[in-house]
C-alpha cells in the first residue's frame, strides 16, 4: 500500500471534521464578499476520496481577480494557544508552484475538545524561513503514520479576523 493511502487510511475517522473546517474557511470568505472555489482534492467532501494529490484547498477571487490560494489546516484535537503551529513539510513544499501565481495563505484553525480555540493565518513567505531551518523541522506521527512538519512559532501567525484586511490590498488599483 502506498504511503498516501496508508496517510488516507489513518486519517479517515477526522475527514468529515475536516470538511467542517474548509467549509467554515469558505463561509468566513463568502461572507466577506469574496469569491471562493475549492481547488484541492476533497474539499468539504464528507467522505473519503480515492483520488490523490496535492493543490490549495481554495483560490480566493474579488470579482474575476485572483487574490490568493488558501490551504486549512490544523489539528482537530488537544491544540492550546500559544502553542507552537505545525504545518506538514511535504504539504508545504508542494504548495510553492502556487505560491509562485499567487499568494499562498495558511488558515490554522486548532481544536481542543471539539471547541475552536485558535483561528489564525500566516501566508507562505513569512513561513518559509522556518522550513528552510532544521532546527525548526520535527517528525510526528500524529495519525499514526510518521511525518515531517515545520514547527512555527506562535508568534508567527495573525488572527483571522486581520485576514479580511490583508486580502483587500491585494486587488490591483
Same mark, same amino acid.
Given at each position: 500500500? *502506498?504511503?498516501?493511502?496508508?496517510?488516507?487510511?489513518?486519517?479517515?475517522?477526522?475527514?468529515?471534521? *475536516?470538511?467542517?473546517?474548509?467549509?467554515?474557511?469558505?463561509?468566513?470568505?463568502?461572507?466577506?464578499?469574496?469569491?471562493?472555489?475549492?481547488?484541492?482534492?476533497?474539499?468539504?467532501?464528507?467522505?473519503?476520496?480515492k483520488e490523490t494529490g496535492s493543490g490549495p484547498d481554495f483560490a480566493v477571487y474579488l470579482g474575476d481577480e485572483l487574490l490568493c490560494f488558501i490551504e486549512v489546516t490544523g489539528p482537530n484535537w488537544h491544540y492550546a494557544p500559544g502553542?507552537?503551529?505545525?504545518?506538514?513539510? #511535504?504539504?508545504?513544499?508542494?504548495? $510553492?508552484?502556487? $505560491?509562485?501565481?499567487?499568494?499562498?495563505?495558511?488558515?490554522?484553525?486548532?481544536?481542543? #475538545?471539539?471547541?475552536?480555540?485558535?483561528?489564525?493565518?500566516? #501566508?507562505?513567505?513569512?513561513?518559509?524561513?522556518?522550513?528552510? #531551518?532544521?532546527?525548526?523541522?520535527?517528525?510526528?506521527?500524529?495519525?499514526?503514520?510518521?511525518?515531517?512538519?515545520?514547527?512555527?512559532?506562535?508568534?508567527?501567525?495573525?488572527?483571522?479576523?486581520?485576514?479580511?484586511?490583508?486580502?483587500?490590498?491585494?486587488?490591483?488599483?
Open positions: 500500500m *502506498s504511503r498516501a493511502k496508508r496517510f488516507k487510511r489513518a486519517y479517515k475517522p477526522f475527514w468529515a471534521f *475536516s470538511s467542517l473546517k474548509e467549509s467554515f474557511v469558505r463561509t468566513l470568505l463568502e461572507a466577506w464578499g469574496f469569491r471562493v472555489r475549492p481547488l484541492g482534492i476533497g474539499v468539504e467532501s464528507r467522505r473519503e476520496v502553542q507552537p503551529v505545525w504545518v506538514t513539510y #511535504d504539504k508545504f513544499r508542494k504548495l $510553492h508552484a502556487w $505560491h509562485l501565481k499567487a499568494p499562498v495563505i495558511f488558515v490554522f484553525l486548532g481544536f481542543n #475538545d471539539n471547541r475552536l480555540v485558535a483561528a489564525l493565518y500566516a #501566508d507562505y513567505e513569512t513561513l518559509y524561513p522556518y522550513a528552510e #531551518d532544521p532546527r525548526y523541522i520535527v517528525k510526528a506521527a500524529p495519525y499514526g503514520i510518521e511525518e515531517t512538519y515545520i514547527q512555527t512559532p506562535y508568534t508567527a501567525w495573525k488572527p483571522l479576523r486581520k485576514l479580511v484586511r490583508e486580502l483587500l490590498p491585494l486587488v490591483r488599483a
